[in-house]
């Protein structure tokens, strides 16, 4: 894959993400991609787990979208800076909602293989997060 085709794989990622389309994730997860997540021992797999993340944070967050901001591409992988917005009306890591919006960076790394997402290592600002929502201090 190029450079720039791993570019356009990352803005339908980003479609994806902020849809949790079931279509989308077939078409751009492989069934083999194993997910990375900070603060799990076991790995999340394939479009499942993928759509398992998503509904985690929307289960805290409903109106979470993420931008994408910025991404470097070399070979198989791509580097991508995100935002994620949102309002936390759920329950979040044993934290009742509180109705508060969030602002938060997330730098993760992508590995691809044959058009399709391959390997992800999420790397959100989980403490800038709790902090935002108050379950720690700033």
Known sequence: MTTASNKA????????????SEEL????ISPDAIFYVPGRADRMRGPTGYLAIIGMMRGGF???QWTLEETIAEDDKVAARFTMRGTHKGT???VPATGKKIEVKAMNI???SNGKIL???????????LQQIGAVPT
């Open 119 to 129: 390997e992800e290592h999420g790397q959100p600002d989980l403490l800038g997060l």
């Open 110 to 112: 992508y590995r691809f």
């Open 25 to 28: 994730a077939g078409e751009l």
């Open 92 to 94: 979040f890591y044993g």
């Open 62 to 64: 409903p109106d979470i």
């Open 9 to 20: 794989l990352m803005q339908r990622f980003t479609q994806f993400i902020n849809t949790a």
